[in-house]
C-alpha cells in the first residue's frame, strides 16, 4: 500500500503528527545554538614548549628540531612549521582534512611526552592545543574606574570567577592590571662579604615556604594525621630565614637582602576610550550557545555593577552577540517576507484556499528541519539561515502539484476528495521524486568540497538536502490528507453559484476576492494567450530560435567578461568593527609599544569619521596569533579595536572610514601596522602568500626585502608583511673555561647565576 493511501486514510494521526512537527519543530530552533560562523574544525594543533632566557639559536637546537624529527613521523600529517623565539619554541602541525582531532592531539602528545628525555631538564611544560575559531573572544569585560589598578584586578578577577562558571564558557582571560608578587632584592656586595650565592638565597626560600604532609599516628583511641605548615602568609617572617651558618653565626636573609611586597613588571596594558582597564576576554566553548552565554555575562556584569562602589564602572566591548543578534533577526525577517511574497503569489494563481494549504509546506518542512539540525549538532549560523531563504521558494514545488493535480482529477473526473487525493499523489509520485532529486543533486557536491572552506561550507548544501527532503514527506503524507479534506470541487461550485446569485456585501466589496477575480478574469487570459502567440511563432522558427538562444549566450558572457567587478569567494560587506595590529621589532618594550598605541589613539580621534566609532579598545602586550601561545608576555605586539555604531547612526560608510584609519596611522616610524576589517566567511588567510624557503636566514632575509620593493607599488596592495623575525639584541657572556675551573667553577653554574640575577 502506498505511503499517501495510508496517509489519507488515517488523517487524525497525521494531523497529531503536523501539532508534533511544530511543538519539537519550535522547540528545536529555540534550542540551536546561535553563532556568527559555522564551527569549523582546523586540522592545526599548536605544540609551544617555553623555555625562559634562552636565545633563539638554543632553543632550535635544543627543543624544536627534537620535536619536529619525533613529530615527523605521524600519520596523516600535511605539513610541520615551527618558530623559534627567545624563550619559547612553537610548532605548528598541520593535518589533512577530516582527520579526527581528538585523535590527532592524542597522538602529538604522545609524541612530545616520549621526546621530553632528549630536552633540557629545566624546561617548563609543553602546551598543546588545538586551533578552534570559535574559542576566540565573544566579548570583552572591562572595569575601570580611579581606584587603582591593583584593586582593579581584584574586581576582575571575582568576576572571572563567575564567567568561568557559566556552562559553555571556556575561560575568561584577564589582561592590563597590576599583579602583586613578594620581591626579594638582594645586595650583591653583601652576598659576596657573606660569601652566600644566588642559589643558597633560592634554595633556601624554596625550602621554607612549603607545607609537607607528615603521615599519620595511630593509638588505641583515634588516628592523627601530622602536618608542617611552612607556607608563609605574611612578608615580614622571611626575613628570618636562615641562609647559611658561619663561623657559628647565622646568617639571615635580611643580612643580604630586602623583603617587599609589591607588584611585578606589567606584562600587558588594557585601555577602553583612551582610559585604562582591566579587561577579560570571554571565551566559549565549540557548539553552545552564543547568545545565552552573553546574555550570562551581562546578568552577571549588572549585578556585580550594582555591589560596586561609585567610580568603578563595568563596561562591554566587542559584543558578538550584537552581530549575531542583527544577523538572525534579518534573516528571519527575510525568511518572513518571503514567505508572504511566496504565499501572495501562490493567492494570485490558486486562490486563497489552495494557496494557504500549499503555503503550509514551508514552516513544515522547516521545523522539520530544525529538528534534524537540532539532532545533528548544527548550528544555527549565517550560512544555515541564507540556505533557509534560498530555499525558500523551492520548499513549495512539490506541494504545489501534488495538491494542484487533485484539484483536477476532482475537476476533470468527477472523482470523490478521498480517491483524487490518492490517485493524484500516486500520479505525480515519480514527476515529484526527480524534480527534488535533480535540485539535491545540484547541491549535492558541495557536500564533498574539500579543506578547511569545506568544512565551512558543508553547512549550506546540508541544510538544503535536508529541507527539501522533508518537503518531499510534506508532499507525499501531509498534502494528501489536506487535498482529501479541505478541497471539494463540486461544494465550491455550488458555493460560487449562489454568491453569484446572492452575493454578500462582505464578498462584493472584499479587496481581496475583487483583486483575485480581476487577476483571474483578464490578467491570467491575457497572459495566456501571449504565451501561446509566442510559442507559435517559435515552434514555426525552430532554427532561429536555437540560433538566436546562442547568441544570447555569447552576448551575456561577453558582457560578463566587459562589466564584472572580478571574483570574491566571500562579499566584501561594510565592516562593523575594525582592528589595527601592532608589531614592533623583537625586543621592543612593553612601555615603548604601549607609547606607540597612545600615538594611534590620539590620531583615530582626529579622523572624519571618529562620530560613527563607538569604542576604541586597546590591548598591548597580548597577540591572536597561536605562535605566541596564547599572546601573553608579548611586550613588542598590540592590538587596537575600533566598533562601529549600529548602521543605522553611522553618517558615512564604514570603507570610508576604514581608509581614514589606513591614512591616519602612515608615517609611525619603527613599527609594523596592519588595518583589518571584520573578517567574514571562513579563515582563508591572506589573499596572497608568497614562500620564501632555504637554509641561510640572512639570504632569506635580502631576498624578502628584494620581494616586497618589487611587489610594494601593485595597485590596491595593502598591509604588505613578511613574518621573518630577526629576533631581538642580545648579549653574549662568553666564559674563559680554563679560568672558570681556576676558580672551582663551571659554565653551567656562572650561567645559573647569571640567569638568577637578571630574570630572578
Known sequence: MKIWSIAVDNKVAIYVLMALIIVFGMISYNRLPREASPDVTIPIIIVATPYIGVSPVDIEGLITQPLERALKGLKDLKQITS?????????????????????????????????????????????????????????????????????????????????????????????????????????????????????????????????????????????????????????????????????????????????????????????????????????????????????????????????????????????????????????????????????????????????????????????????????????????????????????????????????????????????????????????????????????????FWPGIVGDFMKYFPFTLIITLTASLFVAYVISPVQSAQWINYRKEIIRAKRNLEHPHWYRKYNPFTILYHKVDEKFFPWLQQGYVKILQWTLKRKGLTIWASFGMLIFVVILFALFNKGVEFFPNTEPSQVSISIESPAGTSLDVTNDISNIIEERLDEIPGKNDVEFISTSIGTSDDPFDMGGQGTSNKGRVAINFHEKIKREQNTFLTLEEVRESILGIAGVDLRVAKQQMGPPVGAPVSIEISGEDYDQLASLSLLVREKIKDIPGLVDLKDDYNTGRPEVEVRIDREKAGMYYTTTGQIASTVRAAIAG
Open 83 to 447: 618558530v623559534s623565539k627567545e624563550g619559547l619554541s612553537t610548532i605548528r602541525v598541520e593535518f589533512n582534512t577530516g582527520v579526527d582531532i581528538d585523535e590527532a592531539l592524542r597522538r602529538v602528545r604522545d609524541k612530545v611526552n616520549s621526546t621530553l628525555p632528549q630536552l633540557p631538564d629545566d624546561i617548563l611544560d609543553p602546551v598543546i592545543n588545538e586551533i578552534n575559531i570559535s574559542e576566540f573572544p565573544i566579548m570583552y569585560v572591562n572595569v575601570g574606574g580611579d581606584v587603582g589598578l591593583a584593586r582593579l584586578k581584584k574586581i576582575a578577577e571575582g568576576i572571572q570567577d563567575k564567567i568561568e562558571g557559566i556552562p559553555g564558557v571556556l575561560r575568561a582571560d584577564i589582561s592590563g592590571g597590576l599583579e602583586p608578587e613578594v620581591q626579594v632584592n638582594v645586595d650583591v656586595y653583601r652576598m659576596n662579604a657573606y660569601q652566600v650565592s644566588f642559589d643558597d638565597v633560592a634554595n633556601a626560600i624554596r625550602g621554607e615556604n612549603l607545607s609537607i604532609p607528615g603521615g599519620s599516628i595511630n593509638t588505641k583511641e583515634k588516628s592523627l594525621t601530622i602536618r608542617v605548615p611552612g607556607e608563609f602568609k605574611e612578608v615580614k617572617p622571611l626575613e628570618d630565614i636562615v641562609l647559611k651558618i658561619q663561623n657559628n653565626k647565622p646568617i639571615y636573609l635580611r643580612d643580604v637582602a630586602t623583603v617587599n611586597y609589591s607588584f611585578e613588571d606589567r606584562q600587558t596594558y588594557a585601555r577602553l576610550n583612551m582610559l585604562e582597564v582591566v579587561s577579560l576576554a570571554v571565551r566559549k566553548r565549540a557548539g553552545e550557545n552564543l547568545l545565552r552565554i552573553t546574555d550570562e555575562v551581562k546578568r552577571i556584569a549588572d549585578e556585580e555593577q550594582a555591589q560596586l562602589p561609585q567610580g568603578i564602572k563595568l563596561d562591554i566591548s566587542n559584543d558578538q552577540s550584537r552581530f549575531v543578534t542583527r544577523m538572525v533577526k534579518e534573516l528571519e525577517n527575510s525568511i518572513l517576507t518571503g514567505m508572504f511574497l511566496v504565499v501572495m503569489s501562490l493567492f494570485m494563481f490558486f486562490g486563497f484556499k489552495n494557496s494557504l494549504l500549499i503555503s503550509t509546506a514551508i514552516p513544515l518542512s522547516m521545523f522539520v528541519g530544525f529538528v534534524v539540525l537540532s539532532a545533528l549538532g548544527i548550528t544555527l549560523n549565517m550560512v544555515v539561515l541564507f540556505s533557509l531563504v534560498m530555499v525558500l521558494g523551492i520548499l513549495v514545488d512539490d506541494a504545489i502539484v501534488v495538491i494542484e493535480n487533485t484539484y483536477r482529477h476532482q475537476q476533470e473526473y468527477g472523482e470523490h476528495p478521498i480517491q483524487a487525493a490518492k490517485t493524484a499523489a500516486g500520479e505525480v509520485f515519480v514527476p515529484v521524486l526527480t524534480s527534488t532529486i535533480t535540485t539535491l543533486s545540484a547541491f549535492l557536491p558541495l557536500a
